[in-house]
């Protein structure tokens, strides 16, 4: 009995992630599902179960599972040269930046590291030091906004704006502040989405006037704030902080770590706005997760600031893993799908597409919003429409596990208030099929009780 000896198998397997393995988030998870394969945009568990991946594993495989020309890439590499450093050169990592430029239609040099993290802190490092280099040495702050996410290390965590992630750490880095986010449906201003004077930009302003501009090094931003609950700034927000940043002598760095690599609709979330940033991170899309890279681009004009400052401006950065020659060829691969089977419109599509079948929830008693960044999708849920009251716990829950009964995974994301997460979050693979969305909508509106003849999780 085939079925009988995989839970065995799963038992086993329990057993010893119960003893030697520290989960992510919550250590204590004592049973996890074990993921043993995947393909296009599903995952099949030990026990068979098999899931849409709504999430592509955390907003990163944006091609799908399962892509065996990318393995070959990645053996071809091995069997070529596995490893060598960036103090030198290889032939991927050259191609790969060259390749970059093209998608970021602007010259940067692009300096390689492992995890989105890395390439915040990379970027907080050069940006110190570029105004270093200028005679600015008091320029060394960063403002980032509440709510948002850069990272796990030590800086990107400061920049973080989510206490709850932050308080049992501290003291963090020094020298990192934030201004409101650009939350429109519960403004910070008191203002509404399409009327206002994007007071929301102004605050960025103000916190460098406050600060001093002389102090302030940079601002960071995500195109939108993804993973602090789909929130989806007023349409000229970046550019006004693009004209602040210009203004002040600070540095804008755009985090493109989700929304980069088709996930926006357009091959990088800042192309949207259509800003140009001085210096722009990456990893996750960067390879479709299929290998740790990572990636800070950097202009042209900051880097040749470098070369101008003569012998006393190296970077003294150096990074074991950052630039791998296996990765890099990952990441060739993990493009040349993108680009020959169109996925970054895919995504613009794969995101109108849901919307539009999901319209009916809009109506929901405990659905205030819904926001829509390419194929980023955030369901922002409330107890009461009026109020705005977030959803609880229990039913932000009861949606999930009903999604997951019925064979899809989503994600749950916020701290609206602290400690509440209560917004739903879909970021499906690019390569979706047209059935595919069609399953993720209707599952949606089942469990929503938005469609004929299911029950409801009200
Ligand atoms: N920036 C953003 C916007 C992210 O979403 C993440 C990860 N979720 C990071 C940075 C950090 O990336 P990593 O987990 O690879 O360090």
């Known amino acids: 009995n085939e079925a009988a000896g995989d839970t065995e198998a799963k038992e086993a397997l329990l057993e010893k992630d119960r003893k030697y393995l520290w989960h992510h988030i919550s250590p204590h998870n004592e049973n996890p599902m074990i993921i043993v394969s995947g393909e296009g945009s599903w995952i099949t568990d030990i026990e068979g179960n098999r899931y849409l991946d709504g999430m592509s594993g955390l907003w990163c495989v944006n091609v799908g599972h399962g892509r065996t020309e990318i393995a070959d890439a990645a053996a071809e590499q091995m069997k070529t040269i596995a490893y060598s450093t960036l103090i030198q050169s290889h032939v991927p990592a050259i191609e790969l930046a060259a390749k970059l430029n093209e998608w970021l239609e602007g010259e940067y040099r692009i300096f390689f590291s492992n995890s989105g993290s890395d390439a915040n802190e990379v970027a907080f490092k050069i940006g110190r030091q570029y105004h270093h280099q200028r005679g600015k040495a008091s320029k060394h702050k960063y403002i980032s906004r509440h709510r948002a996410y850069h990272g796990n290390s030590m800086g990107a965590l400061s920049a973080t704006g989510q206490a709850q992630r932050k308080l049992k750490y501290e003291p963090l880095g020094a020298g990192f502040t934030h201004v409101p986010p650009p939350y429109c449906y519960r403004c910070p201003f008191g203002q509404k989405r399409g009327a206002c004077e994007t007071q929301c930009a102004q605050a960025y302003e103000d916190a460098i006037i406050w600060e001093g501009p002389d102090s302030v090094a940079g601002i960071i931003v995500e195109p939108v704030i993804t993973g602090g609950g789909m929130i989806v700034p007023p349409d000229d927000y970046l550019s006004k902080l693009r004209q602040i940043c210009d203004k002040h ?34 990893a996750k899309g960067l390879t479709s997760a299929y290998s740790p ?166």
Request: aromatic content about 6%; hydrophobic content about 40%.
């Open 249 to 282: 002598d600070v540095l804008l760095i755009v985090d493109e770590v989700i929304c980069g690599f088709g996930r926006s609709g357009q091959r990088f979330g800042h192309l949207n706005f259509g800003v140009r940033p001085d210096m722009v991170t990456m």
């Open 293 to 458: 890279l990572s990636a800070t681009a950097v202009s042209a004009e900051m880097y040749d600031s470098f070369k101008e400052s003569g012998p006393d401006s190296h970077f003294r950065h150096v990074n074991t893993f950052g630039g791998n020659p296996v990765s890099c060829a990952v990441a060739l691969k993990n493009i040349e799908i993108l680009e020959r089977e169109n996925l970054v419109s895919r995504s613009a599509f794969i995101g109108k597409e849901l919307l539009n079948r999901m319209k009916p929830l809009q109506s929901h008693p405990h659905v205030g919003e819904i926001r829509i960044f390419g194929s980023a999708i955030g369901i922002e849920m409330v107890e009461d429409k009026q109020t705005k009251e977030p959803a609880s716990a229990a039913r932000v829950t009861a949606i999930l596990a009903g999604c997951k009964q019925r064979g899809l995974l989503i994600g749950k994301n916020g701290d609206t208030v602290p400690g509440f997460m209560n917004i739903l979050t879909l970021s499906p693979p690019l390569s979706t099929t047209d059935d595919e969305i069609v399953f993720i909508a209707d599952t949606l509106l089942q469990v929503f009780g938005r469609s004929e003849g299911d029950e409801r999780v009200e």
